[in-house]
């Protein structure tokens, strides 16, 4: 089974505090993938990976930035946490898109509260 | 980003119901894909739609991507408590990078 797992299901932080999530997939993916997840807004894109340390912006990477240095480890990275920034996110990976039977698979989460 | 339209945003019904919930999206897409995400976890793939006009099942669900390739729908017939939680349903577009464009969400409550 893939599994995408990720280093804290709950975190509490302060205004301007820098944020690390980690995530992890063990499924030799080369896509990696970083959402938000807000009630009533489904989930947006931050930013994804699609190889070693090359990265893409999503539909909403103000705020954050991310690293890919290994292949299996995609870092999502609040250099200044704000309120807004209170939100569920998830990690998720898939193989290359290549016309087959691909799909994304997301770890648990992180529910991250900024005060 | 573009986004898609999913509806109804919430449900409300008795056990044992037929459930039904729909995307809509001004563009196309080759794959349609519907998730559904328990209370505090993350989303866990049910159905994929790989080709216009498709129709799958999966024991009690049924989804169907419609042959505009705008559009899809997801069935859940004879509804149990279990079957509570967010419904979402995404599109991509084909590129190697599998970027999925995700709808708001169908909150699925289910009354014994």
């Known amino acids: 089974d893939v599994k995408v797992t990720q280093s804290s299901r709950y975190l509490v932080k302060r205004t301007g505090e820098k944020v690390f999530l980690e995530c992890v997939q063990d499924?030799?993916?080369?896509?990696m993938f970083w959402y938000r997840q807000d009630p009533g807004l489904g989930l947006r894109l931050i930013y994804f990976?699609?190889?070693?340390?090359m990265k893409e912006k999503g539909d909403i990477p103000e705020g954050y930035s991310v690293s890919r240095e290994k292949k299996e480890r995609f870092s999502l990275i609040l250099e200044s946490a704000s309120t807004n920034q209170t939100s569920m996110y998830l990690c998720?990976?898939?193989?290359?898109w290549g016309g087959g039977r691909e799909t994304q698979y997301f770890g648990p989460g992180t529910r991250l509260l900024v005060l | 980003g573009q986004q898609l339209n999913q509806s109804p945003q919430s449900m409300f019904i008795q056990e044992g119901e037929d459930v039904s919930m729909n995307c809509t999206s001004s563009s196309i897409f080759n794959t349609w894909l519907w998730y559904k995400q328990d209370p505090g976890e993350g989303p866990v793939l049910l159905i994929a739609l790989y080709k216009a006009g498709e129709l799958t099942s999966n024991g009690r669900l049924t989804a169907q991507f419609g042959i505009t390739r705008k559009d899809s729908f997801l069935n859940i017939s004879a509804s149990i408590p279990s079957d509570v939680g967010i419904y979402f349903c995404a599109g991509q577009l084909g590129t190697s990078y599998g970027k999925l464009t995700f709808g708001q969400g169908t909150i699925l409550t289910v009354h014994p």
């Open positions: 499924m030799d993916h080369e896509n």
């Open positions: 998720a990976s898939s193989p290359l």
């Open positions: 990976s699609y190889d070693v340390k």
